[in-house]
């Protein structure tokens, strides 16, 4: 059974920085496309960045782009969200999500992609 569990919300103040975790069990990450999408109050899900298993290539919404970061510990079977310079519109629950068929390329707009998802964790960014 594929479970992703997400970590690391909070409330932050306008500048500050937080870290998604996203840790996987039931599959291998290194192996399959995983996003990171977002959904504010009365909004719509949105992408904000994805890795592509192929070549562990990293894409951004243009509006993260600069200030947030993938990275992974293969070891532990974990992706990471580095959220910098964090802004209020920032504020919503973030996802993690992964597909279920391996070496599929990752997607920013499509979320059906995705066949398993976190949680969410909560993200405010507020002073």
């Known amino acids: 059974q594929v479970q992703l569990v997400e970590s690391g919300g909070g409330l932050v103040q306008p500048g500050g920085s937080l870290r998604l975790s996203c840790a996987a069990s039931g599959i291998t990450l290194d192996y399959f496309a995983i996003g990171w999408f977002r959904q504010a109050p009365g909004k719509e899900r949105e992408g904000v960045s994805c890795?592509?298993?192929?070549?562990?290539?990293?894409y951004y919404a243009d509006s993260v782009k600069g200030r947030f970061t993938n990275s992974r510990d293969s070891a532990k079977n974990t992706v990471y969200l580095q959220m910098n310079s964090l802004k209020p519109e920032d504020t919503a629950v973030y996802y993690c999500?992964?597909?279920?068929?391996?070496?599929?390329?990752?997607?920013?707009?499509?979320?059906?992609?995705?066949?398993?998802w976190g949680q969410g964790a909560q993200v405010t960014v507020s002073s």
């Open positions: 890795i592509s298993p192929s070549d562990g290539r990293s």
């Open positions: 999500a992964t597909d279920a068929t391996p070496w599929i390329e990752c997607s920013l707009k499509n979320k059906y992609v995705y066949d398993y």
